[in-house]
């Protein structure tokens, strides 16, 4: 007996690294692709006066990278299934750096395009399998290991972005976006050493397939995801607004959205382990209601008082998405966890692009005012639909 203990302690102990290493690779490869995707927002201006684009034009350039890794989520899962989570990372990173090495090669606006939808590829890849590789390592507890993963991608947005930026007006725009493509030819040789040749002892198909659940509640949690989603896009799409008619001039509308990002990056991780601690529907209807009425309250506030539950509300705007995130691999259909993730993630994203075009559009028919509270209003419908998720948690 007290043999067996041993021999149990030494596996617990020789699965660790393995476990670390299988989420600092996946980590970085979300930060990195994360990173891409929010940097190119740095060189619209630049291809705009280059290209001669319109901003509709521009819109059109970006959405063949956002269009593309969005679309190709449930394609892309299955086009790399037979790979290890190992070649599958590095894949995703080559493929999106040879992306932007197109891209910086002088191959004029056919280029630029060409390049932008092979980047758009390889993070349609890196989604799904960086989650499952996550997954599998932390399996059964891995929600907590989910939401670190989620905030990495946080990490990305915010630091790959400000080097492009700083380096723009030292450099012309293609030597940056090279540098960009080495850096991720780097990641990529640093996946290779980093990550585990083997994902975890338990298959993951089968360690998902103990909690597989029907169509209906995964549905019904991506669903509620997109409108978690749509809260967060539409409220971005007012706050500089709202703070600019509290007098608030540009740098404070930069400080506003930095507080809320702060707050949001922080909820990402917490709520990860909130969830873990409370439970999906406790953690859900928790983080909606205070997302609602916060949301409402920057609406009446003073400037220095909204400033103040800016990081709050940014916990609970960006951290439930890090509960819905950990919760696919139990409502996954057929167990089937890889195209749950990729699923998952296609609704997000699509949810992330239409959102604000839909909030707009009411503002535009109403006042700012109404578009606010219809971003409120959503996160409170999240509460009721939550509920419904218990007959699927429960099976």
Known sequence: MHTGEILDSDNRAS??????????????????????TDGLYAFLPV????????????????????????????????????????????????????????????????GLCVGLVFAGVGSSIQHPRGSLLVMDAYAPASRGALGVYNFSGDLGKAMLPAVAALLLPILAWRPVIGLMALLGFS?????????????????????AAEHAATHSGFSLLMTIGAFDTATRMGYLLFLPFLIHARGGTSPVIGLGLALLFIGGALGKVTCGWLGEHLGVIG????????????????????????????????????????????????????????????????????SG???????????????????????????????????????????
């Not at 699965?15 to 891409?36: E, F, M, Q, W």
């Not at 750096?97 to 004029?108: D, Q, R």
């Not at 990641?187 to 360690?207: C, E, R």
């Not at 506030?301 to 919760?327: D, E, F, Q, R």
Request: charged share 10%; aromatic share 6%.
């Open 353 to 395: 692009g239409l959102a604000p075009i839909a909030y707009g559009a009411i503002a535009d028919h109403s006042n700012q005012t109404v578009g606010v509270l219809a971003t409120a209003a959503t996160a409170a419908l999240i509460v009721p639909m939550v509920l419904g998720l218990r007959p699927s948690l429960r099976r």
């Open 47 to 110: 291809w705009q006066t280059q290209f001669g684009l319109s901003y509709a034009g521009l819109a059109i350039v970006r959405a063949l990278y956002y269009g593309t890794m969005g679309g190709l989520q449930v394609p892309g899962d299955k086009l790399v299934r037979a790979l290890s989570p190992r070649a599958a990372l590095v894949l995703s990173v080559v493929v999106s750096a040879t992306g932007f090495l197109v891209m910086a090669l002088p191959l004029g606006f056919a």
């Open 283 to 350: 953690s859900v209807v928790a983080t909606e209601t205070a997302t609602a009425l916060m949301i409402v309250a920057t609406l009446f506030l003073p400037l220095a008082s909204m400033l103040v539950i800016l990081p709050l509300l940014g916990i609970v705007l960006n951290g439930t998405s890090s509960v819905l995130y950990g919760t696919v691999p139990e409502l996954a259909p057929n167990g089937d966890a890889g195209r749950a993730f990729a699923l998952f993630y296609t609704g997000v994203i699509g």
């Open 187 to 207: 990641v990529a040789l640093g996946l290779l050493a980093l990550t585990p040749q083997t994902a975890s002892a338990v298959p993951v198909q089968a360690k």
């Open 15 to 36: 699965a660790a690294p393995s476990k670390r290493r299988s989420l600092i690779a996946a980590c970085l490869a979300h930060a990195l692709h994360d990173g891409y």
